[in-house]
């Protein structure tokens, strides 16, 4: 504030045919250049700061009350709408169709699920391992995939893997009398 704001009269700025008024709490600009006139409230640190806090508060109870509205989680949503969408591959040791219908070890280990939450199971197959990932990703796509997957670096950044249920080691066969593989180079061929 200016030092001369409870005199009733401050003084002009330099270059310019100007004057302020004042009444002791609140000052009033008036100025003049060329045949423009303005008039216009000075500024008052001590009419913002009541202001500025006001929003202030009221930004803060707006976010606030924004961060407690809780979005249901996966299996939430998955009872709510009463059906858990699973996406498997076609194989022998996951999921396929035989004369009794659907089968397979992942899908029995869905079917289970489903049931014992309540809801109907909805498998989609997937064509290949991409092509599964790229459902699971999709916004109201299978919400989980069971497909005898193994955890790698690359996939975990794009879903999240359960605990495993079978611990798989690779294994090379060859052929008796055959000399043995030693490294990837001699598996050509």
């Known amino acids: 504030m200016h030092p001369n704001v409870g005199s009733g009269r401050l003084p002009a700025p330099e270059g310019k045919n100007s004057s302020a008024l004042s009444d002791g709490t609140r000052a009033v600009e008036i100025w003049r ?92 197959a997937a064509d290949n391992l991409d092509d599964l990932f790229d459902q699971m990703g999709k916004p109201g796509g299978p919400v989980l995939a069971a497909a005898g997957l193994v955890s790698s670096e690359n996939r975990a950044k794009q879903v999240r893997f359960s605990h495993s249920y079978l611990e798989v080691t690779p294994q090379v066969v060859y052929r008796n009398g055959q000399s043995r593989p030693t490294d990837p180079g001699d598996l050509v061929g």
């Open 33 to 124: 250049y060329g045949s423009f006139a303005y008039t216009a409230p000075m500024f008052s640190l001590s009419d913002f700061r009541p202001r500025c806090a006001k929003w202030l508060i009221a930004t803060g109870i707006f976010l606030l009350l924004g961060a407690c509205v809780e979005k249901p989680n996966t299996l939430e949503r998955v009872k709510e709408d009463g059906v858990l969408r699973v996406v498997t591959r076609n194989s022998p040791a996951t999921y396929f169709q035989d004369r009794n219908g659907e089968t397979g070890f992942e899908y029995e280990l869905v079917k289970r699920f489903a049931d014992d939450l309540g809801v109907e199971l909805k498998i989609e």
